[in-house]
């Protein structure tokens, strides 16, 4: 038996923490110390990478926070005003690194503090990216010697460097203790590919390949999102995950207004803000979402203004609105059916025009019925991929 022993478990309070195989141990460590969390945000992460890769044919990374990721995504081109928005303009970036910044870009607040995937070797402009972000760990399957020098000088050294095998199967069945009771099923080994498409039950019916890629981003997504859980893609990217959530309409809601603000960063009101010397990226993004952000406390206004040369003005109501209406051809999956139509309706003011979500409830008319009322393409994978 092969085993590594862990800091501490779920909390520093739960101690002989380890992870074992009974084979060979395919996960490394190579610069830090792990704890039970990051193994289990780095095992999910990879998983999910990896799927991406094997789906798409592209470079994939995620972002990963508490067991669910904050954003995902495949190589695509950046257009000058996401680069802005990322803060990767006149930056040269590989593929893998601009996944990186897609994945990263989905939620700025949420992946603070991340668990960094990627699904082929780590370059130095992957590297150099990380330098500037606050991440506590990465797993990819290998590193070049440049990028794992930079990487180890992360956190005064501490950065936690994994090492994965990529071609690593486990065994068919999985099994886990809670409450002093082991449980067993099989692996979810369902592979997501473009036959999720082939049960189309709307009026329109066409799916143009740039959204079957965002549709399978989403959807494999999910796979390794705590549920119940939602997500909305456009170009190749995740922009909202509502995850964990006990009703399926406020995943919806939470992915939706993720995606709102996903797409006011990139106002011209945004992208010009002027902030003072000395601000660091993460006061920047939390001054950004407390400009986005109408419901907040007087004293969180005061906080987000101190970091501005000149505070910008507030966009209004009436102001996002007309800029929300250009964000358009988003895809939408869900990891299980949709129980009432109310997820579609609230979806199409984030303007979700592609859907796949499992199918077969007894609202399938009502659902499919908004779909048609809202101009949508929506298909039944027949497949669920809850994730707990």
């Known amino acids: 038996?092969?085993?590594?022993?862990?800091?501490?478990?779920?909390?520093?309070?739960?101690?002989?923490?380890k992870v074992y195989v009974?084979?060979?141990?395919?996960?490394?460590?190579?610069?830090?110390?792990?704890?039970?969390?990051?193994?289990?945000?780095?095992?999910n992460a990879f998983q999910l990478v990896r799927e991406l890769r094997q789906a798409t044919g592209q470079s994939s990374a995620a972002s990963f926070k508490h067991?669910?990721?904050?954003?995902?995504?495949?190589?695509?081109?950046?257009?000058?005003?996401?680069?802005?928005?990322?803060?990767?303009?006149?930056?040269?970036?590989?593929?893998?690194?601009?996944?990186y910044a897609r994945a990263r870009g989905t939620d700025r607040i949420?992946?603070?503090?991340?668990?960094?995937?990627?699904?082929?070797?780590?370059?130095?402009?992957?590297?150099n990216l990380l330098r500037t972000e606050v991440s506590d760990i990465i797993v990819?399957?290998?590193?070049?010697?440049?990028?794992?020098e930079i990487l180890k000088q992360k956190k005064k050294g501490k950065y936690l460097?994994?090492?994965?095998?990529?071609?690593?199967?486990?065994?068919?069945?999985?099994?886990?203790?809670?409450?002093?009771?082991?449980?067993?099923?099989?692996?979810?080994?369902?592979?997501?590919?473009?036959?999720?498409?082939?049960?189309i039950v709307t009026t329109q019916c066409d799916i143009p390949d740039r959204a079957k890629q965002d549709l399978l981003?989403?959807?494999?997504?999910?796979?390794?999102?705590?549920?119940?859980?939602?997500?909305?893609?456009?170009?190749?990217?995740t922009i909202g995950i509502g995850a964990g959530q006990q009703s399926r309409i406020h995943c919806t809601r939470l992915a939706a207004e993720k995606a709102d603000n996903w797409w006011l960063r990139q106002h011209p009101r945004a992208l010009n803000m002027k902030f003072r010397e000395g601000i660091s990226r993460v006061e920047v993004n939390n001054a950004i979402d407390g400009w986005l952000n109408d419901d907040i406390t007087e004293a969180e206004n005061q906080q987000w203004k101190q970091?501005?040369?000149?505070?910008?003005?507030?966009?209004?109501?009436?102001?996002?609105?007309?800029?929300?209406?250009?964000?358009?051809?988003?895809?939408?999956?869900?990891?299980?059916?949709?129980?009432?139509?109310?997820?579609?309706?609230?979806?199409?003011?984030?303007?979700?025009?592609?859907?796949?979500?499992?199918?077969n409830s007894i609202r399938d008319d009502q659902v499919e019925r908004a779909a048609n009322e809202h101009g949508m393409v929506m298909a039944h994978s027949g497949i669920r991929v809850f994730h707990h």
Request: hydrophobic content about 40%; glycine content about 4%.
């Open 1 to 17: 038996m092969k085993e590594i022993c862990l800091r501490y478990g779920m909390n520093p309070n739960q101690g002989k923490a």
């Open 22 to 43: 009974t084979e060979n141990m395919p996960i490394k460590i190579l610069n830090g110390e792990a704890s039970y969390i990051n193994f289990l945000d780095a095992l």
């Open 67 to 99: 067991v669910s990721p904050a954003g995902a995504a495949v190589y695509s081109p950046l257009n000058d005003l996401l680069a802005k928005s990322y803060f990767i303009e006149d930056i040269e970036l590989s593929p893998l690194a601009v996944a």
């Open 110 to 127: 949420s992946s603070f503090g991340d668990c960094a995937a990627f699904s082929d070797e780590v370059d130095v402009t992957v590297a």
């Open 140 to 148: 990819a399957p290998s590193y070049s010697q440049e990028a794992l």
């Open 161 to 199: 460097i994994l090492e994965i095998d990529p071609h690593y199967v486990p065994a068919p069945i999985e099994k886990r203790t809670v409450f002093g009771i082991t449980l067993e099923q099989e692996r979810n080994d369902v592979r997501i590919g473009k036959e999720v498409f082939d049960n």
């Open 217 to 237: 981003v989403a959807l494999i997504t999910l796979k390794y999102t705590q549920s119940n859980s939602v997500c909305f893609a456009l170009d190749g990217q």
């Open 307 to 359: 970091c501005f040369q000149e505070v910008p003005d507030r966009l209004s109501k009436s102001e996002k609105q007309q800029w929300l209406k250009r964000l358009k051809e988003v895809s939408y999956a869900s990891d299980a059916f949709l129980p009432f139509r109310d997820n579609l309706d609230r979806a199409a003011q984030s303007g979700v025009k592609y859907v796949v979500q499992t199918g």
